[in-house]
């Protein structure tokens, strides 16, 4: 089927269709694809498959936006989300069922929020640590990446630590988070500190207490690399960081991974994923994601309208249907992918080993997906949804 395999042409399908239509053109390519071999599609319900529950609501200016997870060894969940220049955190000890008051941490007087941008957190060795960008002016004038640091579960935070080294170089707003073995967390962000849009890192080895010299990953022999599309970042158990990003060379906007085999000292290895290539004048404001378990990197990422997935290998792809801003997590070795068909639109979630994704959300926006620092723990999906005037911010629990 010219590179598309049938599961993602299934999707293609479904997205594209009204409900009755799409049933019936399903039935007639099945009846198709089982007379040629590739098997009986599997049609998922349209209604969101999974329970969730609220976390947050608010209408503006105090609604809540851009919620991100962090699983701890203990399956505890540990939240971070934005409304309007405040940082604020929960967690739960019991599955996801019920969560704690929020935590208010301040950070800025203006906060970057909104499109990818917003806090961060991470889990290592007892220390929650949540990031956040913001200034004194704020809206891409000034910016800073502050990290708080909890070592008592988050009932007290340490004072914010400024982790970029140049002051207001973090000021595009958009940053990503991740952490490893004993006490290692990377920041990872886009750098305006020489004018031009540049991937520059951080280390810490504390949990996030302190940082180390701002390292420079990538810079575009065009100059600048896509200036408003998120990073995101991953470490393997052997303390490999995984940096992901788009790029943008000569007129071509697609997304390249890079790695450091010396726990963030250098970044050597660039390399492009996928096999197509995307010509595109203006930023899509749409990075993916990357993860990793034991030594192989997932990636997910959207070229067109269209979302992509690789595994270990940068020159391999697979398609997995029309959509964008995809994210993904590993669980027991496999991946999860969760993605939107658009903004405002549904979310979907691909479980492994199966042909087609699933709706998990209707009236979405940016969903995330974490997986627990347990191998035999649980995945957590949040995302923000409308519901008439109100933004709500929703996390569904799924068991591996």
């Given at each position: ?269 660039v390399s492009k994923q996928g096999l ?120 569904a629990m799924i068991r591996p």
């Open positions: 089927m010219d590179g598309c395999t049938w599961s993602g042409f299934v999707s293609v399908v479904k997205m594209r269709m009204p409900r009755l239509g799409g049933i019936l053109v399903l039935g007639f390519f099945g009846l198709i694809a089982e007379h040629i071999g590739l098997g009986k599609p599997t049609l998922h319900a349209q209604m969101p498959s999974i329970p969730s529950v609220e976390i947050a609501r608010g209408t503006t200016p105090d609604a809540p936006m851009q919620p991100q997870l962090a699983i701890d060894v203990n399956d505890a969940i540990h939240v971070t989300y934005g409304v309007g220049n405040r940082v604020l955190y929960i967690r739960s000890d019991d599955g996801g069922k019920q969560f704690s008051e929020p935590v208010d941490l301040g950070f800025a007087k203006v906060m970057s929020l909104g499109m990818r941008r917003g806090p961060r957190i991470t889990v290592s060795k007892g220390t929650i640590c949540i990031s956040a960008i913001g200034g004194e002016v704020g809206k891409g004038r000034d910016g800073d990446i502050l990290a708080r640091c909890s070592v008592d579960g988050g009932r007290t935070w340490k004072s914010p630590v400024r982790v970029n080294d140049v002051e207001g170089s973090a000021r595009e707003g958009l940053h990503a988070m991740a952490s490893g073995p004993d006490g290692l967390v990377c920041c990872v962000w886009l750098d305006l500190r020489n004018r031009s849009t540049e991937l520059m890192a951080s280390i810490s080895t504390d949990g996030g207490e302190s940082w180390s010299a701002n390292r420079l990953v990538y810079k575009s022999p065009s100059g600048s690399i896509c200036e408003c599309c998120n990073p995101s970042v991953a470490i393997d158990r052997q303390g490999r960081i995984y940096v992901q990003w788009r790029n943008s060379i000569a007129g071509k906007r697609d997304i390249y991974v890079s790695v450091s085999d010396d726990r963030g000292a250098s970044f050597k290895s197509g290539e995307w010509s595109l004048g203006i930023c899509p404001m749409d990075g993916g994601a990357i993860a990793v378990d034991g030594e192989s990197p997932y990636s997910a990422w959207r070229r067109d309208n269209t979302v992509y997935f690789s595994q270990g290998k940068a020159k391999e792809e697979k398609l997995l249907g029309m959509g964008e801003q995809p994210w993904v997590a590993v669980a027991s070795n496999r991946p999860w992918v969760v993605w939107l068909a658009k903004r405002g639109g549904d979310a979907l979630l691909l479980r492994p080993n199966e042909p087609a994704p699933e709706v998990i959300a209707t009236n979405a926006w940016d969903p995330v997906i974490a997986s627990s620092l347990n191998p035999q723990g649980s995945l957590a999906i949040a995302w923000e949804s409308a519901e008439g005037d109100a933004r709500v911010l929703r996390i």
